[in-house]
């Protein structure tokens, strides 16, 4: 009979998006995707490291499962990802039931590690001895990337363009986790995603912890490492005649392709009509891609760029290798070449040695770009990094009221904003029906838009006039133009 799974997913996009390759993988094995862990025979939680509260719900939720296992110890449970990485040793002392134990690095050797812990039990006897880990690859193999696949939407996909993490932001356990960056070949992407518009999604959204560094390293050693070694490969393909993709969207050997240069390749190759990403390091994003961004029609104008800190102070601590100043100068660029972009971004409060005053820097920021949304983070100390080290001295009450003041000035801000568009005409992507049972989709600055129509609108994009703002979420109707002018 065929093994039913049970698959939980923490964290960010991109362990979404693991996900649904981890599903693929097991559904072309055989495995029955199931959505209740009493129907599974094999439970997976695929986890998340960036904050100590993340890790802390996957423990809690794996405990409640080992009580499943005692009374069905035929279960197997396996705790993937960020954090099977990071607490590897933890996973096994505090989760003494758990079978499987594999990082992100590992995601495609899952088929033959299942089996691996079923071949054990079977030698062992049930439950005893099968323990499997794999936590120790630095790269993932992307050259595995399963072509069997499962996608959780239909009209708007993840389309990962590449891996780990070369920054060493100091509180961030990231490039521990996911290891160093490797990008995806260009034709690959290119390919994946014209499948996707030919199958009727409408919207990608390009991930990477930097996709901003794309390009820099390949699997098989090229790539373009660093702005100074671009320019150079730029100026030698100028003068052999190799084609630079960056300059005119032609296809260009993978080595000389940066992530501007895989926009252009994706809006000018593909039939896909809208095209996100997430997310951008300030550092990397440079002149080049707010072009890119100006002119690829499918490109949406929406930026997620994370400050973290108005402070520059902070900025230097957290190795961020920008300062507040050089991040308003870059976004000044952007709304020059985009002006209506949607800008959302990263804050972290109560970083080590924050005062009043940097924390004041950080508002005084915020005030000044008028985000249109925003994340907000207490700092969590994650043991490996460098800020771990550091005394974690902001009171938790102090990093609470940070925590607290934060939100509401990007509340106030995000309905200010929200509110100017009320009158106006937004395109929307409609998605689904919302469990009121209204349609809902996403404007190309990435707001939520409820309307009422027909399931027919859903895949479409809706010319829709925006009546009123509530919270985060802009409703209102589809408009109906007539026909001379559709
Ligand atoms: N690569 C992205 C970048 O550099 O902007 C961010 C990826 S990280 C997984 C997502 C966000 O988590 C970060 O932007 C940061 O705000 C937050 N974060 C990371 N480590 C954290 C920590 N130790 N404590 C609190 N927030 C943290
Ligand atoms: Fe973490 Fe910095 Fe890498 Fe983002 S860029 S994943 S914050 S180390």
Not at 64 to 69: E, G, I, T
Not at 258 to 270: E, G, H, N, Q, Y
Not at 284 to 290: G, M, Q, V
Not at 369 to 375: K, L, P, Q, T
């Given at each position: ?13 991109m ?48 405990g ?6 005692r009374?069905?110890?035929?279960l ?8 099977a990485?990071a ?6 002392r505090?989760l ?9 690095a ?12 079923a071949?054990?039990?079977?030698r062992a006897g049930l ?10 690859r630095?790269v993932r193999?992307?050259?595995r ?10 009209v ?26 490797v ?12 499948q996707?518009?030919?199958a ?13 560094s ?7 050693g ?8 671009r ?14 993709a ?8 993978p080595?000389?392709v ?13 039939s ?11 550092f ?9 961004m100006?002119?690829c029609q ?5 930026l997620?760029?994370?400050v973290?800190?108005?402070?520059d102070?902070?900025l ?31 804050i ?12 004041e820097?950080?508002?005084?920021l915020?005030?000044r ?7 907000v ?7 490996g990094?460098?800020?771990a080290?550091w005394?974690?001295?902001?009171p938790?009450t ?10 509401e000035?990007?509340?106030r801000?995000s309905?200010?904003k929200?509110?100017a ?14 469990r009121?049972?209204?349609l809902?989709?996403?404007s190309r600055?990435?707001t939520?838009v ?12 809706v010319?829709?006039?925006v009546a ?9 109707d589809?408009?109906d ?6």
């Open positions: 009979m065929a093994q039913a799974v049970y698959l939980q997913t923490y964290g960010c996009q362990n979404e998006r693991d996900s649904e390759e981890i599903l693929g993988m097991l559904g072309a094995q055989g495995y029955v995707v199931v959505d209740r862990e009493e129907d599974a025979d094999v439970i997976l939680l695929n986890t998340c490291s960036v904050r100590a509260h993340a890790e802390e719900r996957a423990f809690g939720k794996m409640l499962m080992q009580k499943l296992k009374e069905r110890p035929s197997v449970l396996g705790i993937l990802g960020c954090m990485k607490q590897r040793e933890e996973v096994f505090r003494p039931q758990v079978d499987l134990v594999a990082g992100p590992e995601i495609y050797d899952l088929p033959d590690l299942l089996a691996g812990v071949e054990r039990r079977q439950g005893a001895g099968a323990r499997m880990l794999a936590v120790d630095k193999p992307l050259e990337r399963p072509t069997t696949d499962y996608r959780a939407g239909q708007t996909a993840f389309v990962t363009i590449m891996e780990g993490c070369d920054k060493k932001c100091a509180y961030c356990i990231v490039p521990t986790t996911r290891g160093h960056e990008s995806r070949p260009v034709n690959e992407i290119l390919e994946e995603i014209q996707l518009a030919l009727g999604y409408r919207q990608v959204t390009l991930l990477g912890q930097n996709v901003n794309y390009g820099k390293r390949f699997l098989d090229s790539g373009w490492v660093g702005p100074g070694r320019r150079a490969l730029l100026q030698l393909a100028a003068r052999t005649g190799e084609a630079a960056s300059s005119d969207g032609a296809p260009a050997p080595r000389l940066d992530f501007p240069a895989l926009l252009r390749a994706i809006d000018s190759k593909t896909i009509d809208r095209i996100r990403f997430t997310t951008s390091h300030p990397d994003a440079h002149a080049e891609l707010f072009r890119a100006a002119e499918a490109v949406c104008e929406f997620h760029l994370p973290q800190s108005g402070s102070r902070i230097r601590a957290m190795r961020r290798g920008y300062t507040a100043g050089t991040y308003l100068g870059q976004l000044a660029r952007l709304r020059a070449l985009v002006p209506h972009v949607a800008l959302s971004t990263d972290i409060v109560g970083f080590p040695g924050e005062t009043d005053a940097d924390f820097a950080t508002c005084a915020m005030e770009v008028r985000y249109d949304s925003a994340f983070f207490k700092y969590s100390p994650r043991p990094t460098e800020a080290g005394p974690d001295d902001v938790q102090v990093k609470e009221r940070r925590n607290q003041a934060v939100l000035l990007q509340s801000i309905h200010e929200l509110e568009w009320v009158g106006r005409e937004v395109e929307v992507l409609v998605e689904e029906r919302n009121r049972g209204q809902t989709g996403k600055s990435n939520t409820v309307l009422e129509g027909s399931d027919d609108l859903i895949g479409e994009l010319p829709v006039r009123r703002v509530t919270g985060t979420t802009m409703i209102g589809p408009v133009r007539p026909a001379s002018a559709r």
